[in-house]
């Protein structure tokens, strides 16, 4: 067989898992803002960044319920309106505007730029970033995180996939679903090679990894507290779960190993076919 035609084949074998991170609660903490709270709200800060992310979370929910898009920026503005409201805490304009420019700067958690850096060059895996989070959000959470840097110089749309691109937020499916179609991956259950399985989401929000895996995905649940899982719409819990994102590297050699022999065998098949 000639090389022109062993090039060929070699491409109609997608031989890609893409790894997508959820970015607030996985790689960046969103407890970190009670730092900038504390500012302002001194002794309450702690419990206003708990129900503020509650709302936050639970507007995404509403809208997709309801059929509607706001972004994320709004969502996010809006759910510390309700928190700082409900805890009948004063506030002005000043404040708000400063603490929401904090949410561009939030700390990444510790295990992250280790995990990260220890995948970035492995063969066949391609890493981005998946957001309920608008681009801007996004793009300057790369820009301002050195621990996110393996992000930095990547293009816009190969770096991350943020909400606002199909107006739906998790766990609505279409967006997992627009994840994998824009990767070149078939939203199709059940194929072989080159399908959604091929997708592995990377989360510590149990939501998100029930809808990556209610549409065929690969979940990896981060368990940074150790608390168990307990959502019981997933039958059988997450595929995979670690407790820290340096246990990442492990599962992902293991599924390499596993769709290695499929992608291998799909291409001995075209090959002959060929023949």
């Known amino acids: 067989m000639d090389a022109e035609t062993t090039r060929f084949i070699d491409n109609i074998v997608d031989r890609r898992i893409i790894v997508a991170f959820d970015l607030f609660g996985t790689l960046l903490s969103t407890d970190s803002i009670s730092k900038k709270l504390a500012e302002f709200y001194a002794e309450k800060a702690g419990g206003i960044a708990t129900a503020w992310r509650r709302y936050q979370l ?14 994320f920026s709004s969502v996010t503005r809006k759910s510390l309106l309700h928190a700082l409201s409900e805890s009948s805490i ?3 304009d000043s404040e708000i505007t400063q603490i929401l420019k904090s949410y561009a700067s939030l700390s990444p958690f510790p295990d992250v730029p280790s995990s990260l850096e220890s995948i970035k060059s492995t063969k066949h895996i391609q890493s981005i970033i998946f957001t309920n989070g608008t681009s801007q959000m ?11 840097q393996v992000f930095k110089g990547v293009k816009e749309k190969e770096a991350y996939l943020s909400a606002d691109e199909i107006e739906k937020y998790k766990p609505h499916p279409m967006m997992y679903q627009y994840l994998a179609a824009k990767m070149g991956k078939s939203i ?12 592995v989401l990377v989360s510590a929000n149990p939501f998100d990894i029930v809808g990556a895996q209610a549409v065929g995905m690969t ?6 507290a150790g608390n168990g899982w307990h959502d019981a719409l997933v039958e059988d819990g997450p595929k995979f779960v670690i407790k820290s994102l340096e246990e990442l590297k492990g599962v992902l050699e293991g599924i390499l190993e596993a769709k290695g022999k499929v992608w291998k065998e799909v291409a001995e098949e075209n090959k ?4």
């Open 219 to 224: 979940g990896v649940w981060v368990d940074r």
């Open 58 to 71: 639970e507007y995404t929910w509403r809208l997709n319920s309801m059929g509607r898009f706001e972004p």
């Open 90 to 92: 004063p506030h002005n």
């Open 272 to 275: 002959r076919d060929e023949d």
């Open 188 to 199: 199709g259950l059940g194929e072989r090679h080159g399908g959604i399985d091929e997708v």
């Open 138 to 148: 996004a793009r300057d959470a790369v820009i301002n995180t050195p621990e996110l």
